[in-house]
């Protein structure tokens, strides 16, 4: 099937951490899709047209089974309920629960706070610079991979949760992505970027990188 006439279509940017994470799902459970590029640098994904499709005004958003989803980590849920190979998610409960939690931290406490309508916040209302933005990230961020850090320090397969990247590896790789282009110290997190390292060994985490998007800037 021609990528053009492909029904699954997620709205993303190259640079957006939570459309790198459903990116990842996608290639890891091997689903084909398309991708319409927004401008967020340019607040394309405030356009009337997207927020018409797309209400919460976030990117990224996943057309697929003639439904709209927004919210990356029940996009990814979805797509587990939908397509149970390569399993994001373990099956017994309590592991469930562990890998969400290790995720949320990622997504709902570390992302939220160092969004881009955020920064942008501090900069037009509250008179911060580089610098000062800089901090504020680089803050939420070291405290949130502090906390990850010592909860996983004793864990010992290959990805966080065993034999196979999870949700959670979903979700770790964007935000340390994201921590090196605000230039987080991230040597205090040794498992954390051993299970980064190993997640970059695999080709469905190659594909999703952002370099590797259509939207991506051809030069550096
Ligand atoms: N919790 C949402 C977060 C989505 C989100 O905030 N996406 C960012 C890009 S990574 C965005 O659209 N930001 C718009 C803005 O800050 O103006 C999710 O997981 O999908």
Same mark, same amino acid.
């Given at each position: 099937?021609?990528?053009?006439?492909?029904?699954?279509?997620?709205?993303g940017?190259?640079?957006?951490?939570?459309?790198?994470?459903?990116?990842?799902?996608?290639a890891?459970?091997?689903?084909?899709?398309?991708?319409?590029?927004?401008?967020?640098?340019?607040? #394309?994904?405030?356009? @009337?047209?997207?927020?018409?499709?797309?209400p919460? %005004?976030?990117? +990224?958003? &996943?057309?697929?089974?003639? $439904?709209?989803?927004?919210?990356?980590?029940?996009?990814?849920?979805?797509?587990?309920?939908?397509?149970?190979?390569?399993?994001?998610?373990?099956s017994?409960?309590?592991?469930?629960?562990?890998?969400?939690?290790?995720?949320?931290l990622?997504?709902?406490?570390?992302?939220?706070?160092?969004?881009?309508?955020?920064?942008?916040?501090?900069?037009?209302?509250?008179?911060?610079?580089?610098?000062?933005?800089?901090?504020?990230?680089?803050?939420w961020?070291?405290?949130?991979?502090?906390?990850? #850090?010592?909860?996983? @320090?004793?864990?010992?397969?290959?990805?966080?949760? %065993?034999?196979? +990247?999870? &949700?959670?590896?979903?979700? $770790?790789?964007?935000?340390?992505?994201?921590?090196?282009?605000?230039?987080?110290?991230?040597?205090?997190?040794?498992?954390?970027?051993?299970?980064?390292a190993?997640?970059?060994?695999?080709?469905?985490?190659?594909?999703a990188a952002?370099?590797?998007?259509?939207?991506?800037?051809?030069t550096?």
């Amino acid at each position: 099937m021609p990528a053009s006439a492909c029904p699954i279509v997620l709205h993303g940017y190259w640079r957006s951490s939570a459309a790198y994470r459903v990116r990842i799902a996608l290639a890891l459970k091997g689903i084909t899709y398309r991708q319409v590029c927004l401008n967020m640098l340019q607040g #394309e994904h405030l356009h @009337a047209d997207y927020r018409k499709i797309a209400p919460f %005004g976030l990117i +990224p958003m &996943l057309e697929i089974d003639g $439904l709209r989803l927004q919210q990356s980590l029940a996009i990814i849920e979805y797509l587990e309920e939908r397509y149970p190979r390569a399993p994001l998610l373990p099956s017994e409960p309590a592991a469930r629960a562990r890998v969400r939690a290790l995720a949320q931290l990622l997504a709902c406490e570390i992302h939220p706070l160092n969004n881009l309508r955020v920064l942008k916040r501090l900069r037009a209302r509250h008179g911060a610079d580089d610098a000062l933005v800089g901090q504020w990230y680089r803050h939420w961020c070291e405290e949130g991979l502090g906390a990850l #850090e010592a909860a996983l @320090a004793s864990s010992q397969g290959t990805y966080a949760m %065993g034999d196979a +990247p999870s &949700l959670f590896e979903c979700c $770790l790789v964007p935000q340390l992505y994201n921590a090196r282009r605000y230039h987080v110290d991230l040597e205090p997190f040794p498992r954390l970027r051993e299970l980064d390292a190993a997640c970059a060994r695999l080709p469905a985490f190659v594909e999703a990188a952002p370099q590797r998007q259509p939207d991506a800037p051809t030069t550096p």
